[in-house]
Nanobody, 127 residues
């Protein structure tokens, strides 16, 4: 069974940076499309970023484009979300998600399209 474990969340000052990690186990990581989502208190879960199983394409929410970078290291079975220029509106629980997309090299931005989810990691941006 696929399992995802996020790490790297915490408290960061406005303007700061943080890198989230998502460790994958239970299947062949390189066949899975990976995504990051977030949910702030009182709000619905929203798309943040996604990367194809091949790693050749990415997509981002407008609100994070240019500030966040999604990447993957298949040798480490890990996906990353590097976040910079953080502001209070980025405060949320961040979730990584995976879906077996191989061989279709697609990007998915809808939460309902992902089969597997991590437990989430809290990111708080505050001075």
């Amino acid at each position: 069974q696929v399992q995802l474990v996020e790490s790297g969340g915490g408290l960061v000052q406005p303007g700061g940076s943080l890198r989230l990690s998502c460790t994958f186990s239970g299947d062949i990581f390189s066949r899975y499309l990976m995504g990051w989502f977030r949910q702030a208190p009182g709000k619905e879960r929203e798309f943040v970023a996604t990367i194809t199983w091949s790693g050749d394409r990415t997509d981002y929410a407008v609100s994070v484009k240019g500030r966040f970078t999604i990447s993957r290291d298949d040798a480490k079975n890990t996906a990353y979300l590097h976040m910079s220029s953080l502001n209070a509106e980025d405060t949320a629980v961040y979730y990584c998600a995976a879906d077996l997309a191989f061989p279709m090299n697609v990007l998915l931005t809808s939460a309902t399209a992902y089969e597997f989810w991590g437990q989430g990691t809290q990111v708080t941006v505050s001075s």
